[in-house]
């Protein structure tokens, strides 16, 4: 079974750009998070999407988005950059939302 | 606002003995707790979950303690192997919510 997949892997940004990123899930799960992690915050929550639905949401200004497709497939988009936005995203994928979730691999932005 | 915390940053510990990992909360409207692991350059990785009615739970070399009135949880690792040296980190969710608060993370290094 195919595990949790992030696309791109690395990207490199200035600041005032936007970008988007890419969360495929776990086949048959419906679920898709989305985290920030930077160095000593852990790992904070952005968002959650189950049928293409947001159900949660953290602590993130407006310029943060994301989006779920009818296939599960998540995307986060990103606008007007920041240097502060630099960090490893996580997405992560469970059946329900209330159940383990599996991570994928992360995107590391880098905003220079 | 932390509302879960890993006071200890670090922990090192010999080979073959217990690893024993701790995990604060403030949110008495948490019931559903999970640690995970991450390696560099990877996603954390599921490692076992435990709801608030119970109070303990085992998968193999690890168990899970939950104390609901001390608003703690702890992960115990035997014994302890080096392949287990990563960060790990508690999560913990609320009733109703779909939306896990990380803490920040207590790396662990098992000494051969």
Partial sequence: ?112 | DQQVKQNSPSLSVQEGRISILNCDYTNSMFDYFLWYKKYPAEGPTFLISISSIKDKNEDGRFTVFLNKSAKHLSLHIVPSQPGDSAVYFCAASGSGTYKYIFGTGTRLKVLA
């Fill in chain 1, 1 to 112: 079974k195919a595990g949790v997949t992030q696309t791109p892997r690395y990207l490199i940004k200035t600041r005032g750009q936007q970008v988007t990123l890419s969360c495929s899930p776990i086949s048959g799960h419906r679920s898709v998070s989305w985290y920030q992690q930077t160095p000593g915050q852990g790992l904070q929550f952005l968002f959650e999407y189950f049928s293409e639905t947001q159900r949660n949401k953290g602590n993130f200004p407006g310029r943060f988005s994301g989006r779920q497709f009818s296939n599960s497939r998540s995307e986060m988009n990103v606008s007007t950059l920041e240097l502060g936005d630099s960090a490893l995203y996580l997405c992560a994928s469970s059946r329900s939302g209330r159940d383990e979730q599996f991570f994928g691999p992360g995107t590391r932005l880098t905003v220079l």
